[in-house]
């Protein structure tokens, strides 16, 4: 079964950083497209990061220039990294896989989230 865990959650001051970690298995992760969501209470979840097999990337505007999305296919492990971090980020973070064992017919896997707090 595909599993992901997230780490690295916590409370920030403003202007602060954080490192949100995801491990993943049940997944061929080296082709694997990944994710970072976030949803905040009473708010639909949100696109926040994604990265390719081949490193692509790509990230909502509201975050461009301050959070960076890696992975480390070794370790099957996608990171987020999270600068200069604001109250607006305060969210529920989630990973997400893809997992396509046919093409157009791909299904996305969630790991359980990890707190991100940012107080003012």
């Known amino acids: 079964q595909v599993t992901l865990v997230e780490s690295g959650g916590g409370l920030v001051r403003a202007g602060g950083s954080l490192r949100l970690s995801c491990a993943a298995s049940g997944v061929i992760f080296r082709i694997t497209p990944l994710a970072w969501y976030r949803q905040a209470p009473g708010k639909q979840r949100e696109l926040v990061a994604t990265i390719t097999s081949r490193e692509d990337t790509n990230y909502v505007d509201s975050v461009k220039g301050r959070f960076t999305i890696s992975r480390d296919n070794a370790k099957n492990q996608v990171y987020l990294q999270m600068n200069s971090l604001k109250p607006e980020d305060t969210a529920v973070y989630y990973c997400?896989?893809?997992?396509?064992?046919?093409?157009?017919?791909?299904?996305?896997?969630w790991g359980q989230g990890t707190q991100v707090t940012v107080s003012s």
């Open positions: 997400a896989a893809e997992k396509c064992p046919i093409i157009e017919n791909c299904s996305r896997y």
